[in-house]
C-alpha cells in the first residue's frame, strides 16, 4: 500500500468529513463503535479555519482517496468547545517531562481518523507522526484526551505511538485519559 501525505487544502474539506460522519459518536454504525470513534462533530467552517488559519489538519490518501485524517492545532482554537476550554484551565495543573504545560508550549492532537478498510496497515502511525513532524516546528508538547469508552484508541495511542498518561479527568460525566509526547526525541 502506497499512502500520500500532506497538509490538508480546502479542496479536501467534503472528502474528509464524509470520513468523519462515517466514525463520528452520533452517527457511526452502531457495529462500529466497538472499533473507535469521534466525539467532537466538525462543520466545514470548523475545517476551513483549521486549514486556514492553522495549517493544522492532515490526511493520508491512498489512489487518491482520503483514507486518514488527523487534527492538530492551537489551544485557541480549540477554545470555542467546553471540553477544551475545561482543558485549558487545566494546563497548568499539568506536569509532563520539563514542561509544566500552557496554551504556548503545548497543542491540542485529535481527532485522528482511520478509515477501516485500511487499518492495521500502518497508516495511523503515518499520518500521526506526518501531524507531529509538522506541529514540532510551533509546539515542544502534544496533548490529546481519549474517551475511556474508547479502548482502541487508547491502545493505538499509547502502544503504537507511546503517548503517556499524564491525568485522568470527568467532563459532563464522561471518564477520560490526558495523554502527551514530547514532539521532537
Not at 486556514?52 to 489538519?57: A, H, W
Not at 477554545?79 to 504545560?101: C, E, G, H, R
Amino acid at each position: 500500500m502506497h499512502v500520500e501525505l500532506q497538509v490538508a487544502t480546502l479542496e479536501h474539506v467534503d472528502e474528509i468529513l464524509t470520513l468523519h460522519y462515517r466514525y463520528q459518536v452520533d452517527s457511526i454504525h452502531e457495529d462500529d463503535k466497538k472499533d473507535g470513534f469521534i466525539t467532537t462533530a466538525f462543520t466545514q467552517e470548523h475545517l476551513r479555519k483549521l486549514i486556514e488559519d492553522e495549517q493544522g489538519l492532515f490526511v493520508a490518501m491512498e489512489d487518491n482517496r482520503i483514507v486518514a485524517y488527523a487534527m492538530a492545532a492551537s489551544w485557541q482554537f480549540w477554545s470555542q468547545w467546553p471540553m477544551f476550554a475545561f482543558m485549558i484551565k487545566d494546563l497548568p495543573n499539568v506536569d509532563f517531562q520539563a514542561y509544566t504545560l500552557s496554551v504556548d508550549n503545548s497543542y491540542q492532537y485529535g481527532p485522528v481518523c482511520v478509515d477501516k478498510s485500511v487499518r492495521g496497515q500502518g497508516v495511523f502511525e503515518k499520518v500521526f507522526h506526518f501531524a507531529l513532524h509538522k506541529m514540532s516546528a510551533r509546539y515542544p508538547v502534544l496533548v490529546t484526551f481519549i474517551n475511556k469508552m474508547n479502548p482502541r484508541s487508547f491502545e493505538a495511542h499509547t502502544r503504537k505511538v507511546n503517548l503517556h498518561i499524564v491525568k485522568e479527568f470527568e467532563f459532563n460525566n464522561n471518564q477520560y485519559y490526558e495523554l502527551a509526547c514530547l514532539t521532537k526525541p
